[in-house]
């Protein structure tokens, strides 16, 4: 087991008090199946996956991953597990403005020493971005910038990948190649991904599938 | 701390290199002016420092007249006698042509080797010094200005200050007149034990303490105070840049710093890398800005050491030094500058939660906080400003009254502005109106920093024009008063000199030969006679009391503006014996 959530409960602090969003949430995630979250928009799944990577803790409830209990950890231990444990493809991109995509590309794997330039050609030309290579994020269109975010966090090969809508500024036929390509390249690499989409259609075509309703996970 | 990292972060100032020219130009700019200030100061003072020990031996004790006036030789003999190890020094200004010395007259088998500013200590060097006709021992430049003007030997020596000569006592009590008058007695570090106390020995006599602060120094600490008081405003503003700058770096990698933290860098190592980026481009623009400085006050040294010559007498050399106290002291207040107008970036981006939805309402609840904390500290300053008016006294209670009523208004300022902007925006009905209320207030936050710099930096330059432009009508009417005058009149003695301001202003019964005749109790039946002082003719002269100056017997003073007499001659005009 890479990933499992078990009784996870958050809520967030608002102008009218608090309001709960996840109210018992509980999943496993295998080692390098992958695994589609669905639900609709404004049901937490953003927040589901920025808890499972780290950048979250929730109010109450254990997530393990690799068997570590992360909402122990302080906030040293909680950067080195992002840095080294997990990759989140975000739903904004999050790509640094002022590096040329290659360097953006190999940021995270640089970061937690897992840089290898023959896997990162592949994937860049696996992508479609090795044309782009000097380019800066502004230069580049909503679905080039979604493909390097993409490379960045596969460039790094955690073993579990959280992707945050990765097609979604992406037209139908694109975010079907890119999805081929990423579980692709997460399989042949033994990747467990977690992918938030509210598209069916793509959800169907990954290993498994669960659904969020009023906070926790529909059977 | 990684490099990965910490090379993406500094990619920032090369994909922005106008923010990285503005934040070290800054930077450089503000400490420029701040240590080339400092230089200039430093400079003054040092030479200060330098012209006392080696005119005034101020590294040792001294004998003056509690009145002020001369000494006689027969004290310093009965000093010498009762074994005392002192040293006599008559010194006075002397005019070899159209050229001012100060003449320092030594006695240099008497004088304590340890303030012997010039050396005469060969056989031959003392046979030159006292022999024959003397001999003037001066700096290179001033042995330029006094080619032909006498016949007596130059000798060139380094170190002294311009414009003054060391000479014989002898030579120096002729040339001025003095009949062996002493204007000081320098007193030596080692004294026999067992001597009869100055005091009983020569009563008349006042001690004054080694390395007293020299007069020019005490003169002129105004005058520096003013330019350091400018370098720091000027520096204050140059900090509102670097602020800008940084913060505007901060806001722009907002988004970036996130993205680190998200991709496992820890709050520590960004806070520590945006530390040491903000340490390394203090030290770099600060290096730059003292390299400037260093020019700036190269430029301005020679304005500033004629205004200190003109204003106090005080002798500055018109080249700089460099000082590595200087560089230091540059660097530092580059550093502490920067790191000052970064604390509250930083600080934010220690605060800064790694999801960006979190942000938003905590942002805007901050800025009104933060408003509300900015006018109170702003109330405070202005009324600990209006306190200091009332009670504070002198210069340094008027700076502060100064800086607290500028930084206080300052503050106020973009949290006044935003309570105008909410009245109007309730105010107004119609939505364009209301919108244009509403996204005027949204722009206050980014404008509000450059708002309070304008404003410091405007009354800044109010300020400092009308400061300089009413020292200068002072300066000048003083001059008016004092030195552009026709004519001049040393009087020798206080008769003399009533006799000189009743002429200038009195009418024709006070004319001198009428007081003159009146202190002798005769009654001139002619009132319009005048008697020149030097070859005591008296003669019958023109009803201009201007005329008085021509005696018509060749003994016309010189109409040459002079300031030091000028300077000399106190309230009444006309200058006392000395
Ligand atoms: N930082 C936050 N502060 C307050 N409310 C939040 C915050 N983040 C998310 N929410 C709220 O939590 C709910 C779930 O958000 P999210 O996980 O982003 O949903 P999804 O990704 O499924 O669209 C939403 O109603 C959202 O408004
Ligand atoms: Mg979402």
């Not at chain 1, 000097?134 to 959280?162: D, K, M, N, W």
């Not at chain 2, 200050?161 to 006592?169: L, T, W, Y």
């Not at chain 2, 496992?264 to 481009?281: D, K, N, Q």
């Not at chain 2, 003109?310 to 106290?325: D, F, K, N, Q, T």
């Amino acid at each position: 087991m890479i990933l499992s959530l078990s009784d996870i409960k958050k809520s967030y602090q608002t102008a009218e008090g608090r309001t709960p969003v996840l109210g018992g949430v509980s999943f496993v995630l295998a080692r390098g199946e992958s695994l589609a979250l669905t639900g609709e928009s404004g049901s937490g799944k953003s927040t589901v996956l920025h808890l499972a990577g780290g950048l979250d803790k929730p109010d109450s409830g254990t997530i393990l991953v690799n068997g570590r209990d992360i909402t122990k950890l302080d906030d040293v231990g909680r950067a080195d597990f992002r840095r080294t444990d997990v990759g989140v493809i975000f739903q904004q991109f999050n790509l640094i403005p002022s590096l040329d995509v290659r360097a953006n590309v190999s940021f995270h794997a640089k970061l937690a020493r897992r840089f290898d330039p023959l896997w990162e050609g592949e994937l860049v030309e696996a992508l479609g971005i090795d044309q782009l290579l000097r380019r800066y994020p502004e230069q580049l269109s909503g679905g080039q910038q979604q493909r390097v975010a993409i490379g960045r966090t596969l460039a790094a090969r955690p073993p579990l990948v959280l992707a945050d809508e990765p097609t979604g500024n992406l037209d139908e036929r694109t975010a079907d190649t890119v999805l081929d390509i990423m579980l692709r390249l997460t399989k042949s690499a033994g990747i467990a991904l977690l992918l938030v989409t509210h598209s069916r259609r793509l959800a169907d075509r990954l290993d498994r599938r669960i659904t969020l309703t009023s906070g926790k996970i529909a059977a | 701390m990684s490099w990965v990292a910490f090379g993406a972060l500094l990619s920032h100032w090369r994909y922005k290199p106008l923010q990285l020219a503005t934040l070290i130009v800054g930077v450089a700019l503000a400490t420029a002016l701040w240590s080339g200030v400092q230089a200039i100061n430093a400079e003054a003072r040092a030479s200060y420092g330098r012209a006392a020990a080696v005119l005034e031996q101020n590294q040792l004790e001294q004998l003056v007249a509690k009145d002020g006036g001369r000494i006689s030789s027969q004290t310093y003999t009965k000093l010498r006698r009762a074994g005392w190890n002192v040293s006599p020094v008559i010194e006075g200004d002397h005019r070899f042509g159209q050229t001012r010395v100060r003449l320092i007259g030594i006695d240099p088998l008497s004088m304590p080797s340890e303030a012997q500013a010039v050396s005469v200590s060969s056989a031959s060097d003392l046979v030159d010094f006292v022999g024959g006709p003397g001999q003037l021992i001066v700096s290179a430049a001033t042995a330029a200005r006094l080619k032909d003007t006498t016949s007596i030997p130059v000798r060139i020596a380094a170190d002294l200050p311009e414009g003054a000569a060391f000479i014989d006592i002898g030579v120096a009590d002729r040339l001025l007149n003095r009949n062996g008058e002493l204007s000081r007695i320098v007193v030596a570090r080692s004294q026999r034990p067992g001597l009869e106390p100055i005091e009983a020995i020569a009563p008349e006599l006042a001690l004054k303490d080694a390395g007293e602060q020299p007069n020019v120094a005490r003169l002129t600490d105004s005058f520096h105070l003013n330019l350091t008081a400018f370098g720091f405003l000027a520096f204050v503003v140059g900090l509102f840049i670097v602020y800008s700058a940084t913060g505007l770096s901060f806001e722009q990698r907002r988004g970036t710093f996130r993205t680190f933290r998200s991709l496992g860098v820890s709050l520590h190592a960004l806070t520590a890398m945006l530390l040491v980026e903000t340490i390394f481009f203090a030290l770099l623009s600060g290096a730059i800005g003292v390299v400037l400085g260093y020019f700036v006050a190269s430029a301005l040294l020679p304005g500033v050491a004629a205004t200190l010559r003109g204003l106090y007498g005080a002798s500055v050399p018109g080249a700089l030094s460099l000082r590595p106290e200087w560089w230091l002291a540059g660097l530092a207040i580059a550093l502490i500058g920067t790191v000052l107008s970064s604390a509250q970036h930083l600080w934010r981006v220690w605060k800064m939660p790694i999801l960006a939805a979190a942000q938003h309402r905590a942002w805007a609840m901050a800025s009104l906080k933060g408003l509300i904390g900015q006018a109170s500290i702003g109330a405070i300053l202005l009324l600990t400003s209006g306190l200091l008016i009332v009670v504070g006294k002198g210069l340094y209670a008027g700076f502060a009254v100064l800086a607290t009523l500028l930084m206080g208004t300052a503050l106020i300022l973009p949290p006044m502005l935003a309570a105008v902007m909410i009245m109007g925006q309730k105010a107004s009905k119609h939505v364009l109106i209301h919108w244009f209320w509403a996204d005027t207030r949204q722009q206050l936050p980014g404008l509000s920093l450059a708002l309070m710099a304008l404003l410091l930096a405007l009354s800044a330059n109010i300020g400092v024009g009308t400061m300089v432009s009413s020292f200068r009508q002072t300066f000048l009417g003083w001059l008016d008063q004092r030195l552009a005058a026709e004519v001049y009149v040393t009087a020798r003695d206080e008769f003399e000199a009533g006799t000189a301001t009743a002429m200038v202003s009195g009418p024709r019964d006070g004319y001198p030969a009428d007081l003159e005749y009146r202190r002798r109790g005769v009654r001139p039946a002619d009132a319009d006679l005048w008697r020149c002082r030097r070859c005591n003719l008296s003669r019958s002269l023109a009803a201009d009391p201007w005329v008085a100056n021509d005696m018509g017997c060749g003994c016309q003073r010189s109409r040459r503006v002079d300031q030091r007499a000028a300077l000399a001659g106190g309230q009444s005009g006309a200058r006392g014996a000395n």
